[in-house]
């Protein structure tokens, strides 16, 4: 009988590896974007910086391990067969959750989502428990669930998104008013103090508060909770002493000293809080086995209480979970996607947008203008003159070619984040909640930027947006892992065959997703977009667009003759492929033209005809891809809604049209692939013929029409498909003389 929970304990420890590696690139967000937006320390020193707090982290997440076993049921409740069941279904719905998540780049919290799968997994088990014992009811679910803990750390869980946002925006707003945006201009004495104090608080709440959820808090209690107020006076004093020397001295920004410091106890704060979500379950289910297995019971029989007591955890897993933990850090380019979408919210400047607006962000920044309008009026104004002051944003002065290295936000804002989610979440550890870090440092964060006014007009409601929806994916994240886990707890007390076939699921679910976020990063890589910091003579601007226009040609050739062959079999399924990949191209193109304001400003003064060609290129590429998008478009909505087919000879004339246009673009992608500019004379000859081609066809239909055509919804799609062909060769003809036009400055500078 133990044979396989046996099998089963070693799939929990495979599963506990593979969430560590998930949960870990998800969650490093957490405690990297300050450090990694404000550039304040290398990428490397980073690194190492957060694998050290890690480590130690691991070390005093012992304490929280007690929310795996009876945090969420009462153990007593359940046998031992039970409590495999739920653990192996919570694992089993965590890993895939999470890799969903990291696959879409969206942080989600690896809390939440244990706290409710158990809780699904237990309703679940207990449910078929009642439904097999005649003598319960339903009213007896809460006497299996520990509804009070359970509620307690929901409740916490939310009440921290508001806690994190208002405390992050009111410290900001009272930093950034103390230290303005020239932080080196203030006087010494004032970085010293803020720097006593952060870096007193961070050391006090992480280290000492921390340490209560460890087993060697008991040898050290009498001397912190006998000495509060001396530990604090004396480290806010020596911390700020060391602050002033290294500024006065040695001249060194205390602020990288507090981003330092402030990765470092995050990362341990993120470890020891978060560990038990991704290797509690396994070891609480190692736990459960030793127990049951020394018993003489059988699995049906023996009852769970003993996972009520408190268990010593082994160090030495947790620091092999620490290794797994950093490893990953190092390692994962799920982790990169992942901490760019939070830093992309959260940064000072303008740029690329990866959310767009909806209804409820263009509400939330009416709103706001709206209070700020109200202010304006019943505040003094001599009040409003001295916040705006501290508000006003220096002018760097950098190299164009330097532009887009400055960083996302500052180190003083970086600091409040570090400082302030640090507190909450050690707080929270050293009380044994499972505080959502991903909650706590993504409002913190959130809270500080809308302080700082990184949101204005241009960014608002984009920026919305954005938190709407990671605060959407939270709330899907609960509901989608009760849910799951309930499923998957089924079915295994169904079958227990049902587990090899799950992790078999799992596994395949894991590989795929790897493979798409694989492929949709080589597209990133493979996108030749024109560098905007860099390009800053016409020479340059050519030699790079050249690449770009050569992959769109290639596309648009494709594309075109899918939706021609596609329309000729009246291919629904296809025809909807095909228009993914036309909305594709446009995106990547409006994409370019939102950057044509950074563009310009990244140009010399001398460098006018470049901005200029930029522009037209642009406009170019966009009428290009509009006209394979109109038809591409209509072509799928006629076959949508179920209209006739096209005519033989129409599909025939629709393919020597496209034979001749697939021939014209292979000899553009040629071109700028070679750089062979002097070839564009020819290919504006073709053209000519092309065009004539175009206008036969028209021709015919407006003949087929007078004696043959009938069907009205047939010559509405054939006219728009020739009519947007015609449009798409003149807007590709209008960039070949562009290029024609301004390739004699282009070798002029070569010479």
Known sequence: MGDPFILMLVALAILAIVDLVVGVSNDAVNFLNSAIGSKAISIRNIMIIASIGVFMGAITSSGMMEVARKGIFNPGMFVFQDIMFIFMAVMITDILLLDVFNTLGMPTSTTVSIVFELLGAAVAISLIKISQNDAESINAIWNYINYEKASLIIFGILLSVVVAFSIGALVQFISRLIFSF?????????????????????TYFIIMKGMKGTPYYKDVKHLIEDNTLLIVAGSFALWTIISQLLTKIFKLNVLKLIIGIGTFSLAMAFSGNDLVNFVGVPIAAWNSYQAWSVSG?????????????????????????????????????KARNVIKTGIDLSRQGEGHEKFNPNSLSRIVVRASMGINTILSYVLPQKTLAFVDSKFQKPIIKLPKDKTYEMPAFDMIRASVNLIVAGILISIATSLKLPLSTTYVTFMVAMGTSLADRAWGRESAVYRVAG????????????????????????????????????????TFLIIRNTFIHRRK??????????ERAEQITINGVIEESADHISEVAQRVNKLYTNVVNDLANHDLNKLRKTDKHVRKLND????????????????DETSVQASRFYILVLGYLQDVAQSISYISRASFKHVNNNHKNLKKGQIKDLKAIDNQLSDLLSKISTVFENRSFNDLETILVEKQELLKDVSISIEKQVTRIRKEESSPKNTTLYFSILLETQDLISALMSLLQTYQEFHPINNESNN
Do not use: H
Request: aromatic share 12%; glycine share 6%.
């Open 182 to 202: 020239n932080f080196e201009k203030r006087p010494s004495y004032i970085n010293a103090l803020f720097g006593g104090f952060a870096i007193t608080a961070i």
């Open 521 to 530: 990063s080589k597209e990133v890589k493979k996108q030749e977009y024109i």
């Open 467 to 506: 938190v709407i929806n990671v605060i959407g994916g939270w709330f899907l994240t609960a509901i989608t892992a009760f849910l799951a886990a309930a499923l998957v707890a089924y079915l295994i007390s169904w079958d227990m065959m049902m587990v090899p076939i799950l992790l078999v699921l799992v």
């Open 588 to 603: 990547e193109i409006d994409g370019l033209k939102d950057g044509v304001f950074y563009f310009i400003k990244s140009l």
């Open 297 to 333: 019971e059988a699995a049906t029989t023996f009852s769970m209480g003993i996972l009520a007591k408190k268990v010593p955890s082994n160090i030495w897993l947790l620091l092999v979970a620490g290794a797994i933990m950093v490893i990953t850090l190092w390692t994962s380019s």
